[in-house]
């Protein structure tokens, strides 16, 4: 069992030095922080959403490389890995690792549309980084980029993506939602549907179930169910892996099946 917290990326980049290098890159940049310090003002700040900046960007990293790790161990390979635009999986994991640092920035211009927007903003960033990164340049780097900015792209809610690398990242953006770090952007200060429910969700797992990926969410009561049919639901359904999710929800009376439905009519 796995914790999904900004602790997480850590432990996968430590004992990897193409990840551990990329994510200093990311960490010590001055525009890429900078924008990520802009999305957290256009959100917070502005418009008075949740935490859209730098500790959600490390949260998805490490949420997204911990399911694509869980998905390789069941046999599943990366997209960009089969079809060649990596060559190893530590490259696949270097395009997860991007894509999901770098999901948000688009909210520094503004929230609408803000992954059609980061995802134009990152193919300076990543031009500018990767041969620093990967130590490539040409073709090579150009594939390796549009596979970065497809994931970007695919957070979007009813984009479906075509990469497990977008499919990990869209997911794993979905899973920081434990004390009132929700991905449905509620208005601070105000007590509604969105604030209670998000405020409910105590803490999310992943690990190994049936499926590859068991995603349990703990939660003080079923309020928190609203976050997880807004979000977490959506991005499941249009991952293109939502055969090899599962989600439990586990309260202090009971656990639920949330994902797959056990029939149309409730999750129990």
Same mark, same amino acid.
Request: net charge negative.
């Given at each position: 069992?796995?914790?999904?917290?900004?602790?997480?990326?850590?432990?996968?980049?430590?004992?990897?030095?193409?990840?551990?290098?990329?994510?200093?890159?990311?960490?010590?940049?001055?525009?890429?922080?900078?924008?990520?310090?802009?999305?957290?003002?256009?959100?917070?700040?502005?418009?008075?959403?949740?935490?859209?900046?730098?500790?959600?960007?490390?949260?998805?990293?490490?949420?997204?490389?911990?399911?694509?790790?869980?998905?390789?161990?069941?046999?599943?390979?990366?997209?960009?890995?089969?079809?060649?635009?990596?060559?190893?999986?530590?490259? +696949?994991? %270097?395009?997860? @690792?991007?894509?999901?640092?770098?999901?948000? #920035?688009?909210? &520094?211009?503004?929230?609408? /549309?803000? !992954?059609?927007?980061?995802?134009?903003?990152?193919?300076?960033?990543?031009?500018?980084?990767?041969?620093?990164?990967?130590?490539?340049?040409?073709?090579?780097?150009?594939?390796?980029?549009?596979?970065?900015?497809?994931?970007?792209?695919?957070?979007?809610?009813?984009?479906?993506?075509?990469?497990?690398?977008?499919?990990?990242?869209?997911?794993?953006?979905?899973?920081?939602?434990?004390?009132?770090?929700?991905?449905?952007?509620?208005?601070?200060?105000?007590?509604?549907?969105?604030?209670?429910?998000?405020?409910?969700?105590?803490?999310?797992?992943?690990?190994?179930?049936?499926?590859?990926?068991?995603?349990?969410?703990?939660?003080?009561?079923? +309020?928190? %169910?609203?976050? @997880?049919?807004?979000?977490?639901?959506?991005? #499941?359904?249009? &991952?293109?892996?939502?055969? /090899?999710? !599962?989600?439990?929800?586990?309260?202090?009376?009971?656990?639920?099946?949330?994902?797959?439905?056990?029939?149309?009519?409730?999750?129990?």
């Amino acid at each position: 069992m796995v914790l999904v917290s900004p602790r997480l990326i850590e432990q996968h980049v430590s004992d990897h030095p193409l990840l551990s290098r990329a994510y200093a890159f990311l960490e010590g940049d001055e525009e890429i922080q900078e924008l990520l310090k802009m999305s957290n003002l256009m959100a917070v700040t502005r418009l008075r959403y949740n935490d859209h900046g730098i500790v959600h960007a490390r949260i998805v990293a490490g949420a997204s490389l911990e399911l694509l790790g869980l998905l390789a161990d069941s046999g599943v390979t990366p997209t960009t890995l089969r079809d060649g635009s990596t060559r190893s999986f530590e490259e +696949a994991e %270097l395009v997860v @690792l991007l894509a999901a640092y770098l999901h948000d #920035i688009g909210n &520094s211009i503004h929230r609408l /549309k803000h !992954e059609y927007i980061g995802a134009l903003l990152a193919k300076d960033i990543l031009d500018r980084i990767l041969p620093k990164i990967l130590e490539v340049k040409g073709r090579r780097l150009y594939t390796f980029r549009q596979e970065v900015l497809h994931a970007i792209y695919a957070t979007e809610y009813n984009t479906r993506c075509l990469t497990v690398e977008a499919a990990v990242v869209k997911i794993g953006d979905g899973l920081d939602m434990s004390e009132g770090r929700a991905r449905v952007p509620y208005r601070l200060g105000k007590v509604d549907m969105h604030s209670v429910s998000a405020l409910s969700i105590r803490r999310v797992e992943v690990e190994r179930g049936v499926k590859p990926i068991r995603i349990k969410v703990y939660m003080d009561d079923l +309020a928190g %169910l609203f976050q @997880l049919e807004e979000v977490l639901n959506p991005k #499941i359904k249009t &991952s293109g892996i939502e055969d /090899k999710i !599962e989600v439990s929800v586990v309260t202090p009376d009971r656990t639920l099946n949330f994902y797959p439905p056990q029939r149309e009519a409730g999750y129990e």
